[in-house]
């Protein structure tokens, strides 16, 4: 699949977002006054920003508010309702915690829930789809949620649980990549099953000379060496960097800083490579995806 | 809603006759000219005159298949011209994925449409589809797919004739058949029980309605007589076996070299 920046930067950012408006939510810290303003302003900052980002791959933006309207069918328009609602109540929370300095758990509880349903339903977007057998496995909710929890947690000073989340993260992420790699096979979609020929089958002549929206869109090749390379680096600044960072070094600031810069660079790594090496089954058509 | 109907009344589409097509490209030419001009936002072409790339909905695709030997003899390699547009799958995964409900199955007739005026261009539906069905016109923004020519099938403006696919109205070589699948009185339902007609990738549980008539078995050659029935054969018989006079001498030479 084409792994387009806006929606790489979309599930980075406002992962990390929600997860910091969950820990927020659960009172994990408690703040209140300007403390509570910075980390509202930081959390808001990364999921807002992350869902606005992602309305710029629409190609027809004006009709965006319809995508509300589908909720029971679709995980797409349900991200849409978890997000919107679990901002409106994080946004009351955060208003009554920064002005008042009330801090009343039911909206907490509630909003930080929605934060969390907001990440499961955008990882069910891409877990639902049987046409990409890399993402059609449980593993990927699980490293959605664990990324975002992760992110939250290293975002809102709970060392302990961000190390014990990013072990979590690093070790749902190894076995995605593993599993990932036999799902198409598992998955049985071959150049026989597509055009139901007997014999060996193989393309002759594409429909056309030139590309067109489903070879650019979702027959993307990346080259093998690299993506082990990416794996590694991926594996060592989303996972690896932080936990030796917070566990070997005494809690400072700029540690903290490093520690969550180190975490955004591998996630950003991990989910370029999540769309780069998925394997549409379209490609099939296309003469894509061929075995040895 | 973008969820299924439980069942619908007909189920119309295409049946598509691997063994006629001659990959000619004329649906292909024939279906952009009726849908670039009807129902919905133009089908666009990008740099037509350097590197083109256009939206289409229906495109054909060559396979060459390799038959496995017959008794250790090497068969020779065949191609099959292999035309591809939506299914009009009866658990078209394209539907419930939609956000906004532009995408929908009519109960009435089973055909799969987008609704233009409320689609925002996410792509997702495009991804659900195993069949690469679905292409998002870069002009318009919004999801471009086969219509089943809903605006010529039920056209009484046009004659009687014309009323069916432009694809299938204009195939030569008669590859293309449009009709009722849930009929089984009707000529495409007794094509595909007569020629096996077969779903393409049915482990995708997509349970498509257009279905695929393999190519029929080759004919088989006839065996090479012997000889003594073609009165011909001697002289079509090798003239000379052995080289003879200077060539074989220099053939001998060679060879103790």
């Not at chain 2, 004329?26 to 009807?38: E, F, I, L, R, S």
Request: with cysteine.
């Amino acid at each position: 699949m084409q792994p387009a920046p806006s929606v790489i930067i979309f599930s980075t950012l406002s992962g990390a977002g929600f997860g910091l408006l969950f820990f927020l939510g659960i009172g994990f810290p408690v703040v209140s006054g300007g403390v509570a303003f910075v980390f509202y302003l930081i959390a808001f900052g990364l999921a807002v920003g992350g869902l606005l980002a992602s309305v710029f791959h629409l190609g027809n933006k004006k009709n965006a508010w319809k995508s509300f309207s589908q909720w029971r069918t679709s995980w797409l328009s349900r991200e849409g309702w978890f997000a919107v609602v679990g901002l409106l109540v994080m946004g009351l929370y955060a208003f009554l915690q920064v002005f008042f300095d009330t801090t009343v758990f039911t909206l907490g509880f509630t909003g930080a829930a929605l934060s969390l349903a907001t990440v499961f339903a955008t990882s069910m977007i891409y877990a639902q789809l049987r046409t990409i057998p890399r993402w059609n496995q449980p593993a990927t909710p699980g490293f959605f949620l664990s990324a975002s929890l992760a992110g939250g947690a290293l975002l809102s000073g709970n060392v302990t649980t961000a190390v014990i989340f990013l072990i979590i993260l690093g070790a749902i992420t190894v076995f995605h990549w593993w599993k990932g790699d036999q799902r198409f096979a598992e998955a049985g979609s071959t150049i026989e099953t597509a055009t139901q020929l007997k014999g060996r089958v193989s393309l002759w002549e594409k429909p056309h000379t030139g590309q067109n929206y489903l070879t650019h869109e979702m027959i993307f090749h990346v080259a093998r060496k690299h993506a082990v390379k990416l794996r590694v680096i991926a594996i060592l600044a989303m996972s690896v960097v932080p936990v030796v960072l917070l566990v070997l070094f005494p809690v400072h600031h700029v540690l903290a800083a490093i520690a969550v810069l180190s975490y955004l660079a591998g996630v950003f790594v991990q989910r370029w490579l999540f769309f780069a090496e998925a394997e549409h089954v379209v490609g099939l058509y296309y003469g894509a995806h061929a075995r040895a | 809603m973008t969820a299924l109907p439980a069942t619908t009344a007909r189920k119309l589409g295409l049946v598509i006759d691997l063994d006629t097509c001659v990959g000619c490209h004329a649906c292909v030419t024939a279906c952009k000219g009726w849908n670039t001009q009807n129902y919905g936002a133009p089908l666009s072409d990008q740099d037509a005159y350097g590197d083109a790339s256009g939206t289409f909905l229906n495109r054909i695709h060559s396979f060459q298949v390799q038959p496995e030997p017959v008794n250790d003899v090497p068969q020779l390699a065949q191609t099959t011209h292999f035309p591809k547009s939506c299914l009009h799958c009866e658990d078209a995964p394209c539907v419930t994925v939609c956000p906004t409900g532009a995408s929908y199955k009519r109960a009435e007739d089973g055909i799969v449409l987008v609704n233009e005026d409320a689609c925002m261009g996410c792509g997702l539906c495009a991804w659900a589809c195993p069949y690469g069905a679905r292409e998002m016109d870069q002009a318009a923004g919004v999801m471009k797919k086969c219509t089943l020519c809903v605006d010529r099938i039920y056209n009484e403006n046009l004659e009687e004739i014309d009323r069916q696919p432009a694809c299938v109205r204009t195939c030569p070589a008669g590859a293309r058949h449009f009709g009722d699948l849930a009929d089984p009185d009707s000529h495409v339902s007794k094509l595909v029980a007569e020629r096996g007609g077969l779903d393409l990738m049915p482990e995708q549980g997509t349970k498509p309605v257009n279905q695929y008539l393999p190519p029929r078995p080759r004919d088989t050659i006839q065996p090479v007589m012997s000889g003594d029935e073609d009165i011909l054969a001697p002289f079509l018989a090798p003239v000379a076996e052995e080289p003879k006079g200077f060539l074989a001498w220099v053939d001998r030479a060679l060879e103790k070299l």
